[in-house]
């Protein structure tokens, strides 16, 4: 490889891309490899306007597993590091963001309603909306990962 295009792509301390060139090539696969779930999923006959199950997972697992590739084969670093890691304080700290997230909803409820932008209504009976609960909870947790691997793990 000519000393100049070498100078430019790689670090010299550690022989690896450099930062921003592995950061151009995550981009790009990531944009890639949702474009083409996307696209496939909807060649399946999957719907993917608004909040899905199907939608979640097609966002799920190509940013997962481009983040995974990226941080094991570019990085050269643990797939811990996503922090998908499990670790003494993580029940914790799952706890703990289980509950502030609570409170930010709560009082964004509370404000909603006090300002008379929202309006409660008869609920359903608790026993049958635990189906649609449980699938609500697994679309969110689905796109809260992708989420967080995608705007803070690579």
Do not use: C
Request: net charge neutral.
């Amino acid at each position: 490889m000519n000393a100049t295009i070498s100078r430019l792509l790689l670090d010299p301390t550690t022989g690896r891309l450099r930062w921003g060139w592995r950061l151009v090539l995550w981009l790009v696969a990531t944009a890639t490899a949702l474009g083409g779930t996307g696209f496939l999923a909807k060649q399946l006959g999957a719907d993917l306007r608004g909040v899905s199950l199907t939608g979640s997972f097609v966002e799920l697992i190509p940013v997962l597993v481009v983040s995974l590739v990226a941080v094991v084969l570019l990085d050269g670093r643990p797939m811990a590091t996503l922090g998908l890691g499990w670790h003494r304080a993580a029940a914790k700290e799952f706890g703990v963001g289980l509950l502030v997230s609570a409170a930010m909803i709560g009082g964004i409820v509370a404000v909603e309603r006090v300002e008379g932008w929202l309006l409660l209504t008869e609920a359903q009976p608790f026993g049958s909306a635990l189906g649609p609960l449980a699938l609500d909870l697994v679309i969110f947790a689905a796109a809260a990962l992708a989420e967080e691997v995608l705007l803070r793990g690579y």
